[in-house]
């Protein structure tokens, strides 16, 4: 497996408590994962080598959403 980067658009997160909730379920299955959370836009940037389905399925667990955004595509 390779490590894999998502940004993703979360629903529901509105402290630094929830981001750390999201941190440890993640670093759990690989916890050699980087997160970056930027809180006010309220998106996510995670380097994992979990599938983007897994991190989806945790972040759903904890009782938050989120959406990938994907990049437009070059010019």
């Known amino acids: ?3 894999r980067t998502f940004r993703l ?3 529901g997160v509105s402290c630094n408590g929830c981001v750390n909730k999201i941190r440890q379920a993640l670093l759990k299955d ?3 994962s980087e997160i970056g959370v930027d809180l006010g836009n309220k998106i996510a940037t995670i380097q994992t080598m979990l599938s983007l ?3 989806k399925q945790q972040i759903a667990e904890l009782g ?3 959406n990938e955004i ?3 595509p070059p010019r």
């Open 1 to 3: 497996m390779s490590v």
């Open 9 to 11: 658009g979360l629903e």
């Open 30 to 32: 690989d916890p050699d």
């Open 53 to 55: 389905t897994t991190v």
């Open 64 to 66: 938050y959403q989120a």
């Open 70 to 72: 994907v990049p437009p």
